[in-house]
């Protein structure tokens, strides 16, 4: 775009803006001076902000909302600066050809940043002043974005490593990004202080029902903010002030380098223009990083290495598709997308690169090296997030429970009795239908030529098989004859040469994404490892009445937002995992019997950066052990969660907690204090027997909720946007497809096995990275602040994902492509700078869909039976005949009552996908994919989603990898606006991987033992059953390991309402294994449990650290009004992060209303939830 059409743009921002803002235009100099002072001592560089706010006073026009934009235009107009400068040292040829590979890495990195912030730029043009319900549905959409944007805090500059290179290109470029990041983390700063104009009613009523006290913060908040409408313009925008932005970012020198010398000449004067910015030289980083996975693909001969990456070069892929997503949807779109899908997004994208690293630690490839390039994406990533970070206005209105992305239509068919006549295919073991396996009806799905909803029937029966629908599959719907007869199982796992990621049974990618009535199942078993029963990444996506059964790792919530409802999930160690936005609402969590000398981790989610909007969160459900750890449940300790990531977010919400959990609640993360004080656990108004918060961890990031305003921020409504979902299907995906042709020669340099299935993660999250990030600047997508901060959360998450691919392996010395983390800190940056303004909430889900989840009988677009009843015999082949249908509307599967033995990838194209098995002890997919055999961690879920919109309900995912095997994941989602009804996630390490996005699970059953749940999705987990199985000797069970690396990502896990017990494996040998409530998986994990049961099989401690004081102080970690043996908060770790949560107004923030925006989208879905307290 030209320097001069983008000023037209962003003066029309400011136009608009300021038509919505009253302004007083005779404020002093002096007044607008004290104005910026104020507002700046919120920033992590306040001297800074000053510096570079002061020289826009005149576009500021003494609006808040105008000094958010401009903050972003700053940051857009440096990135656009180092773009050029990068570009033209591109063309220089007094370079080494390393030096001038790793400036071309650069150079990709900052312009995929460009872009993400250019389509943030555009959101808040389209947004106007909206009011309420509206204004948070944007503002997640933000956080959503750039959270998935957001994870690694080094720079492009670590490309350059050697003496030969620490020159003064190294130097320049360092000095550009830094600039960048601080300017953006300033940025996100501003905008998550920024508040929603009051709705007139509100006002009447505030002022009616206002006590002395609270009058006297209105008139505070009235004079900071007359303050601002005081302040006076005095100066113009310097376009070369490229620090003035990045130093307001977490990763200034990235920011710098990038903004500086792009190609892009913008002038930046809003925020919003340095959002878009952001994203786009996030993208053009995550484009460059896909291209060097494939070509290290080619060249890789031993086999784990090929499995890393291969995981890789499907997360790189699933990056750049949050990338593509998160511009679109930021761009001038009617209608616009929110701030928190944008948060989710990029959170995803993030989480992606994590995903991918963590897959050489899977398999132990220890001497395996990452191209640098994707260090400075996680950062570009990480910084778009902080611009894109906002402050979601919360409403606690109850609904019945499903997110409005579901629309009233959808919900009903969900939950009708007559879903599997609506479906487009059918499958059937017997032949008598479409196909005989899944996968032939995914494969049918995907080329059609609608995208409308496309129901695939899979009829009762174990499919064997993996499965996955893919990113191209969106509006799939997979609808079994219940959990009990439709199993989709598979055996993969890391003991078994998979990574964590490609281990699933069932991978979901594809947009809205639907499960009803089947079992996902992975059966490696315990001694493999991680082993995913299933991976969803799928954004927008539902599980209803749907099982997950595994050991480690069983239900990987890789990322996106996504909803779980009525669900079963079992599992040993981290069974519910990931990073995406996820919510369990009245679902059943089983932890089984894990390996001698393990402990049981229900949870493991892995927000990495403290801006996604990631996080599980269980609400009302039940937290039980499985049948297998009951009679040895005193020899196994069974954990809430461990953090996984550095932020890692969890809370349980007014959930049964049996007594097998001990009553530390949660789990450090490997007997370290790694994230104890960044992590965010919570426990809200919990009950049962393990629901006492009195002997919980004392880590600063614990929180005892006590205020349902807080614990709402993990409901369903405001975790992943619950009421609001409507996943883009417009992705500007030229770009991607012409960089992946360019580079897939860099496959050709990997050295085994594991380094290849590890980087074909990465490829696949850089795609899906790019995607996110074109989302948010596209301008045909409706988005708001909320889903820009959703999608950039999810690119930042795709980039950790990448990452930890290699650590499954044991790599110590990986370098993942330079630009992934100058694409990170842009993120960072977009996230830190994102503004909030808002326009009316998108409405995905139809009437039908409401339907479809709560039905047992509707027609469906497909059906999948074992029997060969149904149009196909395996998940996977309905779901690729969803891929082939034409649009990308809701796409019901059924899937009849058996055990599919498949690994499912619901990939990006395949968007809004709903699986309805016949039950959670019907329909049954499993996979026993692991880290112990030979997946990544990312890599080894039974099924994996990251499609928009997925639903499943009736199913289990399970992964039989066993806990010997370590992560084996059930379930992986990125999935935004996800939902899982009935649903059940069986594993042990690992099981569910929440990976990123925002998610939502209702009434589902999850079983595991060390960070079952994981991942740094904005997920909620709501009536949910979680269950710590019998981990392995000397094991330690935690529930949750939740990732977030960045304060500003919307991200975490909120279990709420739900039940923490210990499986039948378990509870014989209770008193052997220590379970938490979770631990820090990254630096500023956050996890809350709400009114959620705990069981005596929690540890008096409840959390548990992960590395020494690792994120003790930066996690965020809370406890609200649980119940139970084990709720007793006395007996808690004294981390700084860690509460105990008193406030229902502190607690209602990870409601599903506040904390995923679920009354924006649930109701929708027609999954029943509960949007507070």
Known sequence: MAKSSFLSLILSILYIASTATSASTTSSSASAANFIKASCTATTYPALCVQSLSLYATSINQSPRQLIQTALAVSLDKAQSTKSFVYKLTRFNGVQPREKAAIKDCFEEIDDTVDRLAKSVKELKSMGSSKGKDFQWHISNVQTWISAGLTDENTCVDGFAGKALNGRIKNSIKARFVHVERVTSNALALINKFEPPLDPNQARKMKRNTTMATRVRLFAAFTFFSAMLSFAASNSAAEDDVAWWCNQTPHPSTCIYFTSHSSHNFSLTHRSQFRIMSVKLALERALVAQGQVSQLIQNCKNQHRRTVWSDCLKLHSNTILQLNRTLIGLGNTRPPCTDFDAQTWLSTALTNIQTCRAGSLDLNVSDFTMPAVSKNLSELISNTLAINGALLAAEDNNTQGFPVWLSRKNRLLLQSTSITAKASLVVAK???????????????????????????????????????????????????????????????????????YSSATAGIDGLNFVARGITFRNTAGPQKGQAVALRSSSDLSVFYRCSFQGYQDTLFVHSQRQFFRECYIYGTIDFIFGNAAVVFQNSIIFVRRPLQGQGNMITAQGRNDPFQNTGISIHNSQILPAPDLKPVVRAFQTYLGRPWMQYSRTVILQTYIDGFINPSGWSPWQNTNFAQDTLYYGEYKNFGPGSSTKKRVAWKGFHVLTSP???????????????SWLPATKLAMQRAHTALGHNKGLGSKCRNEKEKAA????????????????????????????????????????????????????????????MSNNVSKLLCNSLALKDNASSNPPQTYSDGDRKLLQASSSTPDLVVALDGSGNHLTIQAALDAAAKRSGSGRFVIRIKSGVYKENLDIGNNLKNIMLVGDGLKSTIITGSRSVGGGSTTFNSATVAVTGGGFIARGITFRNTAGPQNHQAVALRSGSDLSVFYLCGFEGYQDTLYVHSQRQFYKQCDIYGTVDFIFGNAAVVLQDCMIYARRPMDKQTNAVTAQGRTDPNQNTGISIHNSRVMASSDLKPVLSSFKTFLGRPWKQYSRT???????????????????????ALNTLYYGEYRNSGPGASTSGRVKWGGYRVI?????????????????SSWLPATGVPFSAGL
């Open 759 to 818: 980087w074909a993660d990465c490829l696949t999250l850089y795609e899906d990275t790019i995607s996110e990030l074109n989302h948010t600047l596209d301008s045909h997508t409706k988005c708001t602040d909320f889903d820009a901060q959703t999608w950039l959360s999810t690119a930042l998450t795709n980039l950790e994902t990448c990452k930890a691919g290699f650590k499954d392996f044991g790599v110590a010395d990986f370098m993942l492509p330079l």
């Open 430 to 500: 017997n032949g008598l239908a479409d196909f005989r396996t899944i996968q032939a009806a995914l494969d049918a799905a995907s080329r059609r030529s609608s995208k409308t909803r496309f129901i695939i029937h899979v009829k009762s029966g174990v499919y064997t098989e993996n499965i996955e629908v893919r990113a191209n599959s969106n509006n799939i719907w997979l609808v079994g004859d219940g959990l009990r007869n439709t199993i989709i199982t598979s055996g993969r796992s890391v003991g078994a040469g998979y990574t964590t």
């Open 1088 to 1110: 809350v449990f709400i009114q959620t049961y705990l069981d005596s099989l929690v540890n008096p401690a409840g959390w548990l650290e992960w590395d020494g004081n690792f």
């Open 709 to 723: 305003i807080v614990a709402s921020r993990f409901s369903v409504r405001n975790l992943i946007a619950g009421d």
């Open 1142 to 1158: 008193t406030s229902a107004t502190e607690a209602s923030k990870f409601t599903a209303a506040n904390f995923i925006a679920g």
